[in-house]
């Protein structure tokens, strides 16, 4: 069980194994720094709160208790540095405004079949690949940092909450606004390639 | 009755098997019948598994040389470090 194994190393650095501490470096980091660059859009910033968010966990390591999984931990120390830079610098860029919330929850969102109908090798493709990331960089932070630690990082709705610290129906909320969103962008996207290619054949 | 808009609001709940077995039920009976909201679900499955697979978990060597670098220049002095107990 991976949880346990993450206990044993804790405890060896918990008892002076610096190289343990390089050992969950080692395993995380990689996960860590994608959500970080996720949720704040920029490599070089990116970095920076990877150190951070290491560092902190080092200091921090006393004080988990074990009563979430060690990564729940550490994507919660992660999340809480981004967007504690974000809100001191971009305070616009974590929430919705009300304006754009109201007039979404109004209708019935678009849909077409071009998107369903589009080959997974081609959603998936380079550029398929390109058009997600814009999609999900388009959202506000809480909503970008809820559809990658559900979607991409694959926690469950309830390590989700825990290390957002909001309830799972907030959470449940802000995830199916993501996710609409990001649906609407790709049927728009896939609507538009589609006509330009009849366009090109007519 | 419920209304379209609102099947297609929990669609994202069903998706992630986060609904009770009554609104499955109505969510799947309706699904069946109702061509625009199986189309809605369609899309938000496809949604959900593209974004799975479409960020790769990759850092830059240098990022990672850097991390390395930084951790052991601030984790070696007293004050840092991890004490168990405390």
């Known amino acids: ?202 | 009755m419920r209304t379209c808009k609102e099947f297609c609001d929990c669609i994202s709940d069903y998706l992630d098997g986060d609904m009770s077995e009554d609104l499955c039920r109505f969510l799947e009976d309706h699904l069946d019948r109702c061509p625009p909201c199986q189309l809605m679900y369609q899309s938000l499955a496809t949604t959900v598994e593209v974004c799975s697979q479409s960020i790769p978990a990759e850092m830059p060597d240098d990022v990672r040389e850097n991390l390395r670098r930084f951790l052991r220049e601030h984790c070696g002095q007293d004050s840092c470090e991890p004490k168990k107990g405390v």
């Not at chain 1, 709160?49 to 979430?68: D, I, N, R, V």
């Not at chain 1, 369903?116 to 493709?125: A, D, G, M, R």
């Not at chain 1, 449940?172 to 589609?194: D, F, G, P, Q």
Request: charge should be negative; hydrophobic fraction near 35%.
């Open chain 1, 1 to 202: 069980m991976p949880m346990y194994e993450d206990r044993e190393t804790i405890e060896r650095v918990l008892n002076g194994d610096y190289d343990a501490f390089e050992g969950l470096v080692e395993k995380y980091q990689a996960r860590i720094y994608r959500h970080l660059k996720k949720m704040v859009k920029d490599g070089h910033l990116a970095q920076d709160l990877l150190q951070e968010t290491f560092l902190s966990a080092y200091k921090g390591l006393p004080g988990f208790t074990g009563s979430s999984s060690f990564s729940t931990w550490l994507f919660r120390i992660a999340t809480n540095t981004a967007l504690m830079y974000l809100r001191k610098n971009r305070p616009d860029s974590v929430e919705y405004d009300d304006e754009i919330r109201n007039q979404s929850n109004s209708t019935l969102p678009p849909i077409s079949s071009e998107f369903v109908n589009t080959p997974l090798e081609i959603l998936l493709s380079n550029e398929g690949k390109r058009k997600i990331e814009e999609a999900i960089d388009e959202l506000p932070a809480l909503y970008r940092s809820v559809i990658v630690l559900r979607d991409v990082e694959g926690f469950s709705l309830e390590e989700v909450s825990k290390i957002m610290d909001s309830s799972i129906a907030a959470i449940k909320s802000r995830l199916h606004r993501a996710r609409n969103s990001v649906r609407e962008t790709l049927t728009s996207y896939y609507m538009e390639r589609n006509l330009s290619s009849d366009r090109r054949e007519a």
